[in-house]
């Protein structure tokens, strides 16, 4: 497909638009504003600066009057946004007190709608969420500071906004051009990304255990074509885009200590770097996490034969669209409790970390003293099961001893062991430490006691 510019602003655009989104000149050769076609390859041949703003075509489109309408809560009457709407078109809107998740309070839409209802205009504001890569952060998502209620897979943008389109026609769309939405997002978009990186960096950095590095971030003001496949209908939508790819560089199980401790300290000394554009976002080297979604939404519904209307129509609306500053600063305060709720939860969560590693230090000590403790005991023990054991032998060993030479062991009075025949039945000393053995009866002790003589036991 031939890329193209706009004869008048330069915006490079696809065939597919009726109108440029960047000056809503209108596109149609009959219009006699022919977009002058360029190869991709030769954009630098393009004039980029915008020319003065052509006059009418006379076209219906043009012919429609519009006027500043400001968008009011159905339900409070709190002022929600102004922006151009053609005339007599019924506006709505609503500021949602719940639901949402910690990264998107105070949500609003508005809507304005043709009086055949064929046309309608929407925006919404702000929706972001987390989806987490890392498989090991997905088990451990309290401990790393990541509420479950932000969670939302990330499959794309491009996916993203056609499923998102769909859903609002309830139909099945095919996309059919894209470009680049204009208005107050695109023309500070550095400014508002750094602003975006900064702030997480600033809250999000300044949780416990944390140190995070940012891979890549993007802002993205987006215009996508989308045209029903089983039928005539046709949707604008506008997205300001908004993500950020991150790491967290200590892992969440490196300030538990000991074994765990170890294990996620080594898991955190995994390299990354910043992306450098090649990879599309959400797919950056190293990246854990992903924030992502969008500052506001604009959509148009309407059927394929009103498009010239309807894009025109669109383009005020969104290049005119200003959110009440009230309910901005409500919405600020909001998520700035929440985002006090969150670091009291995780100082207290890292409090209990810092306890639970004092404990498990102390449990520690008091296991290796159990086991020193019972090492001594079993050592103990054993030592006096080896000196029983060879006491035991000795004794054994001395019997066998005994019985192989046909003598018995005795012990005399004065401690000394002597030896004596098997065949003597009694074994006496005398004063002089001499010993004799007798067999049959024992001698008559009166006569014994006379000779000094005394009976060995």
């Known amino acids: 497909m031939q890329m193209q510019f706009c004869p ?8 597919q638009f009726a109108f440029c989104p960047g000056c809503g000149i209108r596109l149609e050769e009959q219009a006699g504003t022919k977009p002058v076609p360029v190869e991709p390859a030769e954009p630098a041949e393009v004039p980029v600066k915008a020319a003065a703003k052509p006059k009418a075509s006379g076209s219906k489109a043009d012919s429609v009057p519009s006027k500043s309408v400001t968008f009011c809560c159905r339900d409070s009457g709190v002022p ?50 987390e989806t987490v890569l890392s498989e090991f952060l997905k088990q451990t998502m309290k401990l790393a500071g990541i509420n479950k209620a932000n969670y939302n897979e990330f499959a794309g943008i491009g996916r993203f906004l056609q499923d998102y389109a769909a859903s609002f026609l309830n139909a099945e769309l095919a996309p059919v051009a894209r470009a680049e939405l204009p208005g107050r997002f695109a023309q500070n978009r550095t400014a508002i990304r750094e602003n975006y990186v900064n ?15 940012v891979i890549n971030s993007v802002c993205e003001p987006l215009l996508v074509k989308f045209a029903e496949k089983k039928g005539s209908r ?8 908004m993500g950020i790819e991150y790491r967290n560089t200590i892992n969440p199980m490196a300030v538990m200590g000991g074994t765990i401790g170890l294990i996620g300290s080594l898991m955190s000394m995994k390299p990354s770097k910043p992306s450098d554009g090649s990879r599309p976002f959400g797919q950056g080297e190293g990246t854990q996490v992903i924030r992502w979604g969008y500052n506001r939404m604009y959509l148009c519904a309407a059927d394929a034969a009103e498009e010239v209307e309807a894009t025109q129509a669109f383009l005020r609306f969104v290049t005119s669209f200003a959110p009440d500053s009230a309910l901005s600063q409500r919405r600020a305060q909001a998520e700035e409790q929440i985002y006090q709720r969150a670091m009291q939860q995780a100082n207290a969560l890292a409090a209990q970390a810092r306890q639970g590693q004092i404990m498990a230090q102390q449990r520690a000590m008091e296991t290796s003293r159990i086991i020193a403790q019972n090492s001594a005991e079993i050592s103990a023990g054993i030592m006096d099961s080896w000196d029983r054991k060879m006491a035991s032998d000795s004794r054994i060993s001395s019997s066998m001893s005994e019985a192989i030479r046909g003598v018995n062991t005795w012990q005399t009075t004065d401690g000394r062991s002597v030896e004596v025949d098997v065949t003597a039945d009694h074994v006496y000393q005398n004063t002089y430490g001499d010993v004799y053995g007798v067999s049959g009866n024992a001698p008559d002790p009166e006569i014994l006691a006379k000779l000094d003589w005394t009976e060995l036991k």
């Open 8 to 15: 008048h602003c330069g915006r490079k655009l696809e065939s």
């Open 80 to 129: 929600i946004a102004a922006a151009s709407v053609p005339d007599g078109f019924a506006c709505d809107g609503a500021v949602q007190t719940s639901g949402g998740n910690d990264l998107s309070q105070l949500r609003d839409w508005v809507r304005a709608v043709s009086p055949d209802g064929r046309l309608t205009l929407f925006s919404e504001s702000h929706m972001f969420w």
């Open 199 to 213: 702030t997480f960096l600033l809250k999000e950095g300044n949780a416990p255990n944390v140190h995070l590095e």
């Open 234 to 241: 046709i949707v604008l939508l506008g997205c300001e885009f």
